[in-house]
């Protein structure tokens, strides 16, 4: 029932933002009463709380899914595309109530997964060095700071929606560009050739 109660919680905080689900919406949404939402959580804050690490567990498992045989560019095209296609159709409000509403539970469990993630991500820079695929002069740390940030900004806020773009297409207008300028000439060949053979649909 709990991990029932997660998932159905999770679908329902990321449609419809944090704030908009009171504890008597979640409940009736649910279809529980409230004594069973207290039976496994203390209160929303605890329920969101679990519902943070079940989102983010599960980011993180789709990104160990990926092959690691692949050139190193190409693997961290993949990463992000799988990012970009998991919060595309969240509601931004989800996002802004996070951190206006609450700021310090976010900063936890951003703490808490932080650390795996940014290695993860750390890991495919380097190996892209070492390879040949991504320049020898970028700052791994850094180049990794600015691809987020400009993730966030293309699917978290509202500010490219007005464009209308596919998922597909807004991944390669935003974050696929910045990994392009990664690349040498060796990633950037094998980094289009696999874009293209994604076959993404052409905006219309």
Not at 47 to 70: A, F, I, N, P, T
Not at 172 to 201: K, M, N, V, W
Request: proline share 1%; glycine share 4%; aromatic share 12%.
């Amino acid at each position: 029932m709990k991990e029932e109660i997660l998932q159905k919680s999770l679908k329902l905080f990321l449609e419809h933002g944090i704030r908009e689900m009171s504890n008597q919406k979640l409940v009736d949404w649910l279809g529980i009463s409230t004594k069973t939402i207290y039976k496994y959580f203390k209160n929303k804050e605890d329920l969101l709380e679990q519902v943070l690490y079940l989102y983010h567990d599960g980011q993180y498992e789709m990104l160990l899914s990926l092959s690691s045989e692949q050139n190193a560019a190409c693997h961290f095209f993949n990463v992000w595309q799988i990012a970009v296609q998991t919060e595309y159709n969240v509601n931004h409000i989800f996002y802004e109530d996070l951190h206006h509403y609450y700021p310090e539970l976010g900063k936890k469990v951003e703490g808490v997964i932080a650390k795996k993630f940014e290695e993860h991500f750390l890991s495919i820079i380097e190996r892209g060095i070492e390879q040949g695929a991504f320049r020898k002069n970028i700052f791994p740390q850094v180049a990794l700071r600015s691809v987020l940030t400009l993730h966030r900004a293309a699917v978290r806020t509202e500010d490219f929606k007005r464009f209308g773009l596919s998922a597909e297409n807004l991944l390669l207008q935003t974050t696929a560009s910045y990994i392009r300028g990664l690349c040498t000439e060796t990633g950037l060949y094998a980094l289009d050739e696999h874009i293209q053979s994604l076959r993404f649909p052409e905006e219309q």
